[in-house]
C-alpha cells in the first residue's frame, strides 16, 4: 500500500487548509492512520490520528480544537482540516498507517508504530 499526502499550500496565518492521504489501493488491512508533520531542523512529531473500524481520535495538544481529523473509508482517505493555521504549523505534513492496533493507543502517537509513509505535502503558513 502507498500513500498519497495531498492538499498543502502557502496560506496567512488565520487560514484553513486540508489535507487528503489516499491509499493507492483499496484494503481491508487499515487499523488506523495517522498525520505527523516535521519542521526544517526539528524531529518529526504526530499531529492526530484515527481508528479506522473503531471510534477513535487522537490530537497532540498544539492542535486541538484547530485541527480535525477524519476518514473515508469507502474511499481508504484520511483527511485533516486544518483551521486557525499558525506559522508555526509551518512544515511537510506526512500521513502514515497504524501498524497495530496498539498504535492508537498512545496519544500522542508513536511515528515508530507507523508506517508505509507517504511523501508529504508541504505547509507554510505566512504570519
Known amino acids: 500500500v502507498q500513500l498519497q499526502a495531498s492538499g498543502g499550500g502557502l496560506v496567512q496565518a488565520g487560514d484553513s487548509l486540508r489535507l487528503s492521504c489516499a491509499a493507492s489501493?483499496?484494503?481491508?488491512?487499515?487499523?488506523?492512520m495517522g498525520w505527523f508533520r516535521q519542521a526544517p531542523g526539528k524531529e518529526r512529531e504526530p499531529v492526530a490520528a484515527?481508528?479506522?473500524?473503531?471510534?477513535?481520535?487522537c490530537y497532540v495538544g498544539s492542535v486541538s480544537g484547530r485541527f480535525t481529523i477524519s476518514r473515508d473509508n469507502r474511499e481508504n482517505t484520511v483527511y485533516l482540516q486544518m483551521n486557525s493555521l499558525k506559522p508555526e504549523d509551518t512544515a511537510v505534513y506526512f500521513c502514515?498507517?497504524?501498524?497495530?492496533?496498539?498504535?492508537?493507543?498512545?496519544?500522542?502517537?508513536?511515528?515508530?508504530?507507523?508506517?508505509?509513509w507517504g511523501q508529504g505535502t508541504q505547509v507554510t503558513v505566512s504570519s
Open positions: 489501493e483499496r484494503t481491508n488491512s487499515i487499523l488506523g
Open positions: 502514515a498507517k497504524a501498524l497495530d492496533i496498539r498504535s492508537l493507543q498512545s496519544c500522542p502517537m508513536n511515528h515508530r508504530e507507523f508506517g508505509y
Open positions: 484515527i481508528g479506522w473500524n473503531i471510534e477513535s481520535t
